[in-house]
């Protein structure tokens, strides 16, 4: 499956951005999907993920309560809604996918086989 990361732009704090990630290829409705990010300077971090089911979801702390993940299987396509955006926020964002029909969503990267190019996410102070 091929993945198309987009979305990406520069943001006052405060704003809001969405991040879509569009898979080719193969429906996307049997992968788990993540976002990671990596800022400059910095290893690539996990941010969100949402098993294939898409019950089930988990954030990491920095964002819990301002970020929002989700699917639309009909376009083969996952978001990322980020709001109430910091300048802390600021990195190269990147979704994956696995096929994986786990109840849990990964969280680890390592785990993703797939990988989208990255969209540069940029928020001014």
């Known amino acids: 499956v091929q993945l198309q990361a987009s979305g990406g732009g520069l943001v006052q704090a405060g704003g809001s951005l969405r991040l879509s990630c569009t898979a080719s290829g193969r429906t996307y409705s049997s992968y788990a999907v993540g976002w990671f990010r990596q800022a400059p300077g910095k290893e690539r971090e996990f941010v969100s993920a949402?098993?294939?089911?898409?019950?089930?979801?988990d954030y990491a702390d920095a964002v819990k309560g301002r970020f929002t993940i989700s699917r639309d299987n009909a376009k083969n396509t996952v978001y990322l809604q980020m709001n109430a955006l910091k300048p802390e926020d600021t990195a190269v964002y990147y979704c994956a996918a696995d096929r994986n029909l786990n109840r849990a969503p990964i969280t680890r990267e390592s785990e993703y086989p797939y990988w989208g190019q990255g969209t540069q996410v940029t928020v001014s102070s």
């Open positions: 949402l098993n294939w089911s898409g019950d089930r979801t």
